[in-house]
């Protein structure tokens, strides 16, 4: 599966500012990888392994970062796909989307460092009636960071990136300017 990103040129080093707002050497930018739909059927196809479809009656995904991969495993569970998306900031849930009552949804995210976007997401589901059980990311750049979730959470490829607040940054030290790529820095 790194394999599959390196070869994508997905993993980018220099400076970045992450969504935490942390800085890292490292990023990776899942939608090089995605973009060629092969990986995008063999990523999902790997992600679902662990799950029964029978389990789900809709698959969710907050924009952007998960409605390719989050389409994709919707395709092969044959399930509805929904997603979440921001609005000046706040997660929502627009385009005419609704969830029948106390519908069983999988969560399907790229990239989870915080986790932040997928816990929007949750909460916007249950507004609306939902019942978020499980969530499946492709990469955990944050493993055995415990609390994120009040769900159970599985990935498939775990990728420790160590980071920096921008006190202690080495790339800042040496003067070099940090970017901020991707929206919320989640690929
Ligand atoms: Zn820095």
């Known amino acids: 599966m790194l394999q599959m990103y390196e070869d994508a040129g997905a993993l980018l080093n220099g400076h970045f ?36 479809a029978d389990d789900y009656d809709m698959v969710v995904s907050p924009a952007i970062g998960g409605l390719v991969i989050g389409q994709e495993v919707a395709r092969q569970l044959r399930k509805p796909f929904i997603f979440t998306e921001r609005k000046e900031g706040e997660m929502q849930m627009r385009r005419g989307f609704s969830i029948p009552d106390g519908a069983k949804l999988l969560v399907i995210e790229d990239v989870i460092t915080t986790g932040g976007s997928v816990r929007e997401c949750i909460a916007v589901v249950r507004e609306f009636g939902g019942n978020p059980t499980t969530i ?37 030290k040496q003067g070099t300017p940090a970017i901020k790529p991707g929206s919320r820095g989640n690929a």
Do not use: W
């Open 136 to 172: 499946l990311a492709v990469v955990d750049r944050a493993p055995g960071q415990e609390g994120r979730f009040d769900i159970p959470h599985h990935t498939v490829m775990h990728l420790d990136v160590e980071t920096f607040d921008t006190d202690t940054c080495p790339m800042c």
């Open 17 to 52: 500012v992450l969504s935490s707002g942390r800085h890292s050497a490292r990023y990776l930018q899942s939608a090089l990888v995605l973009m060629h739909m092969d990986n995008t059927t063999s990523l999902a196809t790997e992600l679902i392994k662990t799950v029964n």
